[in-house]
């Protein structure tokens, strides 16, 4: 059986006070409503970290500088037409103000209080490990 194995790149921003950027995806999206790290699809020819890059200046207004951008870690997860690879970098620095241009809200949230937002299934095993790296503590 095959199985087409989507490649999709996400981002976590964190800002100096040790918060995490989520964003809520609009009512016209699957899985409407629910909280994700910015990122999108990997396209025909492109590297992750050029997605990403092109992703934050189309979804939130930024620039973001390759070096910036440090992979933490990664999600696999099968939904029922398509499995997911997702890695998911974090950036600390970028230029330009962040704005919602693609998604229906942003929210600036500490690692810990990221389990109180309701996410799709591959971004919520990502939580731990943002809050590993900003020292939160374990859910």
């Not at 997911?84 to 600390?92: A, E, G, H, Q, S």
Request: with cysteine; glycine share 8%; charged share 20%.
């Amino acid at each position: 059986m095959s199985v087409k194995v989507v490649l999709v790149v996400a981002c976590a921003l964190i800002d100096v006070d040790g918060r995490v950027l989520i964003a809520q995806r609009p009512s016209e999206k699957a899985m409407a409503g629910l909280w994700e790290f910015p990122g999108g699809k990997v396209e025909q020819g492109e590297r992750p970290e050029q997605t990403l890059i092109r992703e934050l200046e189309e979804e939130l207004g930024i620039t973001v500088e390759e070096p910036c951008l440090a992979p933490l870690t990664f999600a696999s997860h099968a939904y029922p037409d398509f499995h997911l690879l997702m890695p998911l970098y974090v950036c600390r620095k970028w230029q330009g103000n962040v704005t919602a241009r693609e998604h229906a809200q942003l929210a600036w949230v500490r690692a810990n209080r990221l389990g109180g937002y309701p996410m799709p299934p591959a971004d919520e095993p990502l939580v731990s490990h943002l809050m590993e790296l900003l020292g939160t503590g374990a859910p």
